[in-house]
């Protein structure tokens, strides 16, 4: 979907132009829609969610452990 802003006039200021383009983003919904599309991500399976905990809280417990140490 295409949002165009022309000119009223041509002494209308720059940022008119942007306000009003703006405000028909808003309006159309569009934003929304496309700020919902960046944060869908693909479901994992409970095989690859395991492996990753497992993984994570192997990296935690190594990092208190140098941090007990005072490595970090």
Excluded: C, H
């Excluded at 929304?32 to 991500?41: G, I, L, Q």
């Excluded at 140098?66 to 490595?71: F, R």
Aim: charged residues 45%.
């Amino acid at each position: 979907m295409a949002i165009q802003v022309t000119r009223k006039d041509q002494r209308e200021a720059n940022e008119n132009i942007i306000r009003r383009f703006n405000r028909k983003v808003l309006q159309s919904g569009l934003l929304t829609d496309v700020k919902a599309t960046m944060r869908f991500s693909k479901p994992i399976s409970k095989r690859d969610r395991r492996r990753k905990a497992i993984v994570r809280d192997a990296r935690k417990l190594e990092k208190t452990e140098k941090i007990k140490l005072g490595l970090r």
